[in-house]
């Protein structure tokens, strides 16, 4: 591990390694770390890390010191912590060392946290212009590789990090997601084989399937798969869905639809067509899906809009801008949202709100998928939650993964812009690794 992190050249980028290899190792080593900064007085350090976490030692810390009368101790974490498997002591304040030079390094390179070991608070430094192109340049290449190039596996090696904006629950601005168990139902219907002979098997297609389960499922939701499904099956499984049980004890919903499409629909597999709008979505409305009103339902179109491939073009300006009919498709959801009241039906609530539609392509146009990994779309959203869930909401992610999306390419230069649009009335957090029951606490 310490050689990986010394050979990244920019000190950013030095944290970012260490902080990875802490969260993809199984022996609670992330929370020892947190530990141990608590330990050495890098309190700032530690709750910017993991602020519950980091809470919990230093109230175990200052109680211990008071009992002991040593209210200023500056023990050494090899005194208090249990070695991790394989990182000895030494290494172990090793670590310490060297992440506090790359995150105090701000002060000569301007990267974006330093310490104060007097206060141990934390303070925002201006980024170099030049090197926060470098570093997310990097970071960039590095998604890419692990996306679709040379790093890239079928199975994507991940850990989701936990929650750092937990103070953020119960704010009135943000969506409740502590309502049960989990934090919802994520329903995957992956179609891969297509009795139409006009339809080819999308090859690659169970990646996606096998990868999003991992994700979803370290974010604390029931996942429920079903493959190669015809038309009359989906809509079996919708009307089954709009009204299953684990809704009323559920934060939100998740609906993926992986299949072939044209504009506005998708294929079942014996190659008939649904509308996405009449026949999926507007099985969850506050009327249809009462369990799920004023709930957050967000729906994952990965197909094909179309047969248009998207080039790719040289432009002179300073920053590539691609034209969406995002605004448009809003405006046409919002037009004929209406109060309703009916029998059976809590009033109050628009029949299109608290919705988030996400396609893998623009309308028109084609959705690239690797045969020997999976879409483009699922990747980058994979990577990008996995790596982003724990501070970002909804959809703030869903935009950085169409600017990872935009940076791919055919052999013929070829891309893809994927398509969002939302009625949601407040910020849509998911807090990985927070109990889904309370969202005050990481479960051990």
């Known amino acids: 591990m310490k050689e990986e992190i010394e050979a990244e050249k920019i000190s950013s980028n030095k944290v970012g390694t260490l902080l990875d290899n802490l969260m993809r190792r199984e022996d609670k080593a992330f929370d020892r770390f947190v530990f141990a900064l608590v330990e050495t007085n890098q309190d700032g350090i530690a709750l910017l890390l993991d602020e519950k976490s980091a809470e919990a030692h230093i109230a175990t810390r200052n109680t211990s010191r008071r009992t002991n ?7 050494s974490p090899a005194q208090t912590l249990a070695p991790m498997p ?72 991940f850990t989701v990090r936990p929650a750092t904006n937990l103070h953020l629950v119960g704010h009135h601005q943000v969506y409740r997601m502590n ?22 098997a999308r090859v690659g297609a169970n990646y996606d399937r096998m990868n999003l389960k991992k994700l979803f499922e370290q974010l604390s939701f029931t996942v429920e798969i079903h493959d190669n499904q015809c038309t009359k099956g989906m809509r079996e499984l919708f009307e089954k869905e709009r009204t299953h049980a684990d809704h009323e004890k559920a934060s939100m919903f998740i609906l993926f ?14 190659g008939e067509k649904l509308s996405i709008e009449d026949d ?57 949202l209406k109060i309703e009241d009916k029998k059976g039906f809590v009033p109050g609530y628009f029949k299109k709100a608290d919705v988030v539609m996400s396609y893998a392509t623009v309308k028109g146009y084609l959705a690239w998928r690797h045969t020997d990994f ?39 230069s070829c891309g893809q812009l994927a398509e969002k649009s939302d009625t949601l009335t407040k910020k849509l957090y998911l807090f990985p690794g927070a109990d889904p029951r309370t969202d005050c606490s990481v479960p051990k």
């Not at 002591?89 to 990267?111: R, V």
């Not at 309502?179 to 139409?196: A, C, K, S």
Request: glycine letters at 8%.
């Open 69 to 75: 009368n040593h209210p200023s101790s500056t023990a």
């Open 86 to 157: 394989g990182v000895s002591n030494l290494e172990l304040q090793q670590l310490i060392s060297m992440f506090m030079s790359a995150a105090t390094a701000g002060n000569q390179t301007g990267n974006a946290v330093s310490a104060s070991s007097a206060s141990g608070s934390v303070v925002a430094q201006p980024r170099d212009d030049n090197e926060d192109t470098v570093d997310s340049k990097h970071e960039e290449e590095r998604a890419l590789a692990f996306i679709n190039g040379h790093s890239a596996t079928k199975e994507m090696k």
């Open 179 to 200: 309502r049960g168990l989990t934090r919802g139902r994520v329903l995957i219907i992956n179609n891969h084989y297509f009795l139409d002979s006009q339809l080819a």
């Open 257 to 270: 639809i992986l299949s072939h499409g044209s504009q506005g629909n998708v294929y079942g597999s014996e």
């Open 280 to 336: 999926i979505t507007s099985c969850f409305t506050p009327e249809k899906a009462p369990l799920l009103a004023g709930k957050p339902k967000v729906f994952f179109i990965q197909a094909c809009q179309g047969e248009i491939k998207g080039k790719l073009y040289a432009s002179d300006s300073h920053e590539n801008e691609a034209m969406s009919e995002k605004d448009e498709e809003v405006s046409k959801q919002m037009g004929d």
């Open 374 to 412: 999976g879409s483009w779309f699922v990747r980058c959203l994979v990577h990008v939650f996995s790596q982003r869930a724990h501070s970002e909401h909804l959809l703030d992610m869903l935009t950085e993964v169409n600017s990872l999306l935009t940076k791919l390419k055919t052999e013929d």
